[in-house]
Each structure stands twice: as C-alpha cells, then as structure tokens.
C-alpha cells in the first residue's frame, strides 16, 4: 500500500509567517507539522510515501526528511503546481501509486487518540478489498467542513462540502484510504463551481457504487486542522500537556519504525544521540536504554 502526504498549498491563512517556510514545516510543540501526518501513515505500516509540496518548498521538505532512509521507510516528492483541490494529488500521484491501494493524508491535520492504529488497520484491509473508507469527528461547527451522514448502523448515506444546513455533526477529516484504481476514479471528478477537484465528490463517486466506509473517531479523541493560528496554538498546547504528563514523543517517527521493525535498536540509539540535548533525543535513548535491559 502506498501514502501519499499533500503538504502544497499557500497558506495564506497563516501570512506573514508563511510567506517564508512552508506551514507544514512549522513546529507543533517539538517536532515539525509534516512528522504528524507522516506518523499516521507509519502507523498504518506505510512505508512508501509521496511529499506533495510546492516548486518553492521542496527543497526544505528534501532537507528535513531526505529520501526517508534515516526512518526506514521510502520518500518521493512531485511539486502542485497550483492548488487545485484535494482530489489532484491522485493525478500528481498516479505514477507513484501504480496499482496499489494508497491513503492520503493533509499535511495539516493531527491524530491523537487511543486505539487509533486499529481504526487504521481497519481502514487498511478495506482499502485492500476494494473499498474506500473516511474517518469521521463530531465538530460544534459543521458547517465549516465536509460532512458524512450516517445511518444508525454508520453507514455512510451521503457526503457533502461545507453544506448550509448540515445533515449531521461528524466532519470529514483529512485522512482517507482508497482501494486500487483511485486515480481513474479521481479522473472522473470535474472541477467545482470554486474550480477546485473536490475530494468530497471522489468520496460520493464511491459511495455511489456502495464502497465507501466510515472510520468514527470517539470520545477521547482529538483532531486538529492546524490551518489557523488559534488551531496551531490549541495543537501545541495538547501536545506540550499529554508528553508532559505520560514522558511519551506523540508522532516519534523514529519510534515506529522501530516497533514496525524498519529501524534497528541502534538506529534509533544514533537518532538519539543526534538529539540528546532535548526531550525528543532524551525520549529516543530511553527506548534504547529499556530495550536493551530486556
């Protein structure tokens, strides 16, 4: 299965700070945005993954991730040229992905919430048999997002995009799986009345033929579309909380890849001692440190 992270954009939301780094090169909390995105998809053991950046920040992606060796997994890069709509990367991505199921994640959203790599996995074997899956959050404001209607038994009845009279409160995250053949389907999709090819109406093409699933993130569970300041800010904070409390990294790439087995103790004994002068480092060698007494 391939991953694909759609990390272009312009991030006017963000100016003036995003006039000169891409936002998902910005820091949540310890780490860089994109190490979020990046760890969902290492989660669902993913190990090939496509950075869609822009011309103007590829270079800095290339720079911070390298061809993903270091985290025992494989990265490609391919410019947007323009934002065209979430759908586009499954026509940038097409060579990439070849006949493979593939999942997308926004390189601006963030997942933070227990049991959440069995939902991934779920959401994996339905990729793997032909169906498409979503992954819904309960919002006070949904009117703001795509929205999935759901039966009592939650399945999905219909999708739609920011709609003026929602027909429910689960927004649509920015994290999708898509069984093989996503980018003919994503041919299929004609540009919106705003010009963009919308991912919603992918997901409604599946739907439509009866493969789309939805994946319901519970009580307990936090997201964040970190596209403003305030939501960046609240992410921070969540973060900076939980790793206090519990002396865990949230999204340590470096860590699962080694529980996945891509990265030896040794490995991750280097990447620590890269960064022993702070809590990520510090949290790294104590994984090496526990492992090696057992």
Do not use: H
């Amino acid at each position: 299965m391939k991953g694909i992270i759609l990390a272009g954009g312009s991030g006017t939301r963000l100016y003036p700070i995003t006039m000169a780094i891409s936002k998902q090169l910005m820091p949540i909390y310890d780490k860089p945005m994109i190490y979020y995105p990046l760890s969902v998809l290492m989660q669902a053991g993913i190990r090939d993954i496509l950075v869609i950046t822009t011309q103007e920040d590829q270079n800095d992606f290339k720079k911070l991730l390298g061809d993903g060796s270091r985290l025992g997994i494989n990265i490609s890069y391919v410019v947007q040229p323009s934002p065209d709509g979430l759908a586009q990367a499954f026509l940038l991505g097409e060579e990439f992905i070849g006949d493979d199921a593939c999942a997308m994640v926004l390189g601006d959203n963030i997942y933070f919430g227990n049991d959440f790599e069995s939902l991934l996995e779920d959401a994996r074997v339905n990729a793997e048999n032909g169906k498409a899956s979503i992954f819904g959050y309960q919002v006070r404001d949904p009117e703001r997002f795509g929205i999935m209607e759901l039966d009592k038994n939650n399945n999905v009845l219909s999708v739609e995009e920011k709609p003026l009279k929602p027909k429910s409160d689960y927004a649509i995250t920015g994290l999708y799986f898509y069984p093989k053949g996503v980018s003919d389907m994503a041919k299929r999709v004609k540009p919106s009345l705003r010009g963009e090819l919308e991912i919603t109406t992918l997901n409604d093409l599946y739907l439509q033929e009866g493969l789309l699933k939805a994946e319901l993130l519970g009580e307990g569970f936090t997201w964040f579309d970190t596209g403003t300041f305030d939501s960046m800010m609240e992410a921070n904070n969540m973060i900076k909380l939980v790793e206090g409390n519990n002396g865990k990294v949230i999204a340590c790439p470096e860590a699962i890849a080694y529980e996945q087995g891509w990265l030896s103790l040794k490995d991750l004994e280097s990447a620590g001692e890269l960064m022993k002068k702070n809590s990520y480092g510090k949290y790294l060698i104590d994984i090496v440190t526990k492992e090696s007494e057992n």
